[in-house]
């Protein structure tokens, strides 16, 4: 096992560990993360070490391809790990999220609605034996995901003191990119079939 294929095991594990976090009802045990009053937002600690741990697990997504590709360790195995790694983090918190009701339910459903039907068109392709790329407006959907989800782990601060909604947004741009992806990869599988 290379480096890069650790660090996609590395984002696995730490993504059990958010959903730990965030999920396991620790007040039972008689242990309660500390709340904090900033500006009238009650911010619960639980979320705030939730966050921080999303962010190393968001930069192992950067590290494990930037390694792989410079040291050319770029496998197969690496590739399916890579895109089961993101969407076992970006998904978990999705519906995380959902469940406490920081979005709406429907974000997750129509976000994980579409990776099912464009991991669907890939699999045919590759039975066809064509390789459908990544392509520009799924690069933009992930980044924007990636980038809200870790604002609402920190209470969209420092935006929410200006009332600013920087996490919903780039949350609910990143729903309408999966959505026009969706589309763009449905119209490069037509021309495959």
Same mark, same amino acid.
């Given at each position: 096992m290379?480096?890069?294929n650790k660090?996609?095991?590395?984002?696995?594990i730490?993504t059990i560990?958010?959903?730990?976090l965030?999920?396991f009802?620790?007040?039972?045990?008689?242990i309660?993360?500390?709340?904090?009053?900033?500006?009238?937002l009650?911010v619960?600690?639980?979320?705030?070490i939730a966050?921080?741990?999303?962010i190393v697990?968001a930069?192992t997504d950067?590290?494990?391809?930037?390694?792989?590709?410079?040291?050319?360790l770029?496998?197969?195995t690496?590739k399916?790990?890579?895109?089961i790694a993101d969407?076992?983090? %970006? =998904?978990?918190v999705l519906?995380i999220?959902?469940? #406490? &009701?920081?979005i709406? /339910?429907?974000?997750?459903v129509i976000? @994980?609605?579409?990776?099912e039907? %464009? =991991?669907?068109?890939?699999?045919?392709?590759l039975? #066809? &034996?064509?390789?459908? /790329?990544?392509?520009?407006?799924?690069? @933009?959907?992930?980044?924007?995901?990636?980038?809200?989800?870790?604002l609402?782990?920190f209470y969209?601060l420092?935006?929410?003191?200006f009332n600013?909604?920087?996490a919903?947004f780039?949350?609910?741009f990143?729903?309408v990119?999966s959505?026009v992806?969706?589309?763009?990869?449905?119209?490069m599988?037509?021309?495959?079939?």
């Amino acid at each position: 096992m290379n480096l890069p294929n650790k660090l996609t095991i590395t984002r696995i594990i730490l993504t059990i560990v958010i959903i730990i976090l965030c999920l396991f009802p620790f007040y039972s045990l008689g242990i309660n993360f500390p709340k904090f009053n900033i500006s009238g937002l009650v911010v619960d600690s639980t979320y705030l070490i939730a966050g921080f741990i999303y962010i190393v697990a968001a930069v192992t997504d950067f590290l494990d391809g930037q390694i792989a590709r410079s040291k050319n360790l770029v496998t197969d195995t690496g590739k399916l790990l890579d895109a089961i790694a993101d969407k076992v983090l %970006v =998904n978990s918190v999705l519906v995380i999220f959902a469940c #406490k &009701g920081f979005i709406p /339910a429907i974000v997750p459903v129509i976000y @994980i609605f579409r990776d099912e039907i %464009v =991991n669907t068109l890939k699999m045919d392709a590759l039975k #066809k &034996g064509k390789v459908v /790329a990544a392509i520009m407006s799924g690069k @933009i959907k992930t980044a924007s995901m990636m980038i809200g989800l870790g604002l609402m782990f920190f209470y969209n601060l420092p935006f929410e003191l200006f009332n600013l909604k920087v996490a919903d947004f780039l949350i609910y741009f990143a729903v309408v990119m999966s959505i026009v992806s969706l589309v763009e990869y449905y119209k490069m599988w037509k021309k495959i079939k």
